[in-house]
């Protein structure tokens, strides 16, 4: 007999890939344990999250960590290997493909992060050969004056030690002095340590600039950031800086730390 009048229109759309998750970040504040977080973009059609890892120096490429629903918002990592930087990334995923990845690393650390570490000053050498580069023959030894900094990614900065005062009457002294201990709270965190050779004079301040990491943008590697810290120093036109050299969290630990003039080495132990 014919047809009816139409109904009424129903329209669908197809969903698009979901949107990067909205936060993702990486946290080592257990030892041989990093936890993974993240949240979801608000309306999306997400179907399950998958995450991923990669070992510098081990792996070549991201390797699956496995796959999410959306009402998991954390992961534990216990495959942990000291000194190693671990990258991980997320993408969300519906029928219609995969999100853009967001990404986060750790540089895990050689010291127990659940633990306080105390770094000490174990020894100072400098080598004879070199010994004009810092002090000249008539005013015999060397006097090393050593400060140390530290800054985090706050932008706040402190000395640690100000102008520790070492007599050289050998090319080695054994100092055994302890520097600070170092909290388990900030990864970013630097040690600046300064190393004057000096011959007295009037007192001045001194601005030493201490360094810190902080992650970039993208959240995939460190950028080297300074805050200046001042404090009370004796010095003059005639003493000789040595140098600046920094020792980080993550780094290997009892470095030596040596110095672009004199030969002049640091010994810390922790």
Known sequence: MGESESSN?????????PNPAESFSAYHFIQNE??????????????????????????????PLGTFPTSVHH????????GKKVNYKIELINI???????FDFVHVPYRNVAEETAIVLHKITYDDSKVKEIEGW????????????????SGTS???????????KSTSLTVDRLILNWQPSDWSEVLT?????FDGGPKIDLNL????????????????????AKFEDITNAKDEDCGIREHRYHNVPSPILEFPLGGVKLYITN
Request: hydrophobic content about 35%.
């Open 34 to 63: 990093i936890e993974l977080r993240w949240t979801y973009p608000q309306g999306q059609y997400i179907q399950s999250a998958n995450l991923y890892k990669r070992v510098i120096g081990i792996h070549s490429d991201y390797v």
């Open 209 to 228: 600039s201490a360094g810190f990491d902080k992650k970039n943008e993208e959240k995939t590697a460190f950028i080297n950031g300074t805050v200046n």
């Open 9 to 17: 229109i129903v329209t669908a759309t197809a969903p698009s890939t």
């Open 138 to 153: 008539i005013r015999g030894k060397p006097e090393f004056k050593i400060s140390i900094a530290k800054a985090g990614q």
């Open 96 to 102: 219609q493909g995969n999100s853009n990845p967001k």
């Open 158 to 168: 402190a000395i640690v030690q100000s102008a520790l005062e070492f007599q050289m």
């Open 193 to 197: 340590f300064s190393v004057i050779e």
């Open 75 to 82: 992961y534990i990592d216990n495959d942990v290997e000291k």
